[in-house]
């Protein structure tokens, strides 16, 4: 019986607003709503781990965008570049290549 909405966003630090929201019910899965995301060509997207979709994030690469996230535990992924950690919190910095059974390597940071 719980009620709320969760709103994703793709925000421009550049003009320093949201330029695309998307508004969905709480119960709605974030897998579910990235679907429906606009992909803006270019931008950087940072997500939590219910946007590690392969079809969402191949979506990013071949729109030349870049992403930033936390990663699944069983994500299959290999590690390119390590990163020194900077910023409270910030546990590893590195450059990686998402591995897809059917898919090509997939190139973010985590």
Known sequence: NKSGVK???VYDPNADTPIYFEI???RVSDGR???QLSVFKG???V?????NGGAWLEKLV????LF??????????KVTKSLPPKGV????DEKIEVCYKTRSYLKGRT
Do not use: L, Q, W
């Open 68 to 77: 930033v996230g936390r990663m699944k535990k069983d994500m299959n992924y």
């Open 47 to 51: 997500f939590d781990r219910a946007y």
């Open 33 to 35: 709503a990235i679907s």
């Open 62 to 65: 071949n729109e030349g965008c």
């Open 89 to 92: 919190g910030v546990v590893r």
């Open 7 to 9: 709103i994703h966003t």
């Open 24 to 26: 969905t019910d709480a």
């Open 43 to 45: 931008t950087t997207y």
